[in-house]
């Protein structure tokens, strides 16, 4: 009868064991969910320009990736697509890095310049939770941006989006 009783304490032992062999602990995963917002740009290289934003994220499932583009809408429109690498801060938060061009053109500077250019992209999304709302803010700082001298544009983006 001892025998069994240690036999059966052996048992829970060895598959508590197990179980904690098996179990990976609990980390931030990337905050799910595609999105389209609007919400207001600031341009502050080029003085300050002050326009809309246009913006749709694409999340790529189980991946840090995310396929993004910006219409900041101003004196003149700019189209900035970008691939950004996505890191978990918290279940709902996400801080990115994107990387992409700048498509601007025409005479007159959009918040980011006025001719085609590359641009680095940090920012934050926060999926509010129990709803489908995303708060999110930008910079976009293109290099080489102007036609006519070779400055540096930054713009600063914020607004609201609904997740898909």
């Given at each position: 009868m001892k025998f069994l009783k240690y036999l059966a304490s052996a048992a829970v032992i060895s598959s508590s064991f197990s179980l904690a062999l098996l179990t990976k602990p609990v980390q931030a995963q990337v905050a799910y969910g595609s999105y389209i917002g609007v919400g207001p740009t600031v341009g502050i290289s080029d003085g300050a320009q002050v326009g809309g934003v246009l913006g749709v994220r694409y999340k790529l499932l189980e991946t840090p990736i995310s396929f993004r583009t910006q219409a900041l809408i101003g004196e003149n429109t700019a189209v900035v697509p970008m691939v950004s690498y996505d890191v978990p801060l918290n279940w709902q938060t996400d801080?990115?890095?994107?990387a992409g061009l700048v498509l601007a053109g025409g005479d007159t500077p959009s918040p980011v310049g006025n001719k085609v250019s590359f641009a680095l992209q940090p920012g934050v999304d926060y999926m509010v939770p129990n709803?489908?709302?995303v708060i999110f803010g930008n910079a976009i700082i293109a290099?080489?941006?102007?036609?006519?001298q070779s400055n540096t544009a930054v713009s600063i983006q914020g607004g609201v989006g609904l997740r898909f």
């Open positions: 801080a990115y890095l994107g709803s489908n709302t290099f080489d941006a102007y036609r006519d």
